[in-house]
């Protein structure tokens, strides 16, 4: 069967409609930014498609916060395609091969962790005293870590 016209297959057409919609709808959020602010400085972490959290941005702080989001390219570092070097938290028994702020042996002996973004909570612990708690957590084993 030779297809001169889309439009004369409607059930074609229509799995083309899902198949977009599919992924238009299943893709997860690109990047999250968490700005974590004092008065004069930030730490500025990003969430990946990948769930890994990295640091973007250390400095002075900005008065618009949807700049954040930008820093990182406007950094002249040297690329990593490891991902490691910017990570908000290195563990041991991935990739890293720089020293790991966390290593863990799981109970059947695998030394293996891979943290990954689950939320993150800002609370005012006091007055003009915010804390930003990002949890992560590891896709395999039941393994947390929160992040202060």
Known sequence: MKLQNL????????????????????????????????????????VNKQQEVSMIYFGQRLMDKSEYSSAASQLRQPSDPSGVMDAAYSSAGSRNLLEPAISVVHADGNPSLALRYESFEVKEVEPGVKLTTVHLKDPVYDFEVNLF
């Open 7 to 46: 439009q004369q297959v409607p059930s074609l057409r229509m799995f083309f409609a899902l198949v977009i919609t599919g992924f238009l709808i299943s893709d997860p959020v690109v990047a999250q930014i968490i700005p974590i602010e004092t008065a004069n400085n930030a730490v500025v972490l990003k």
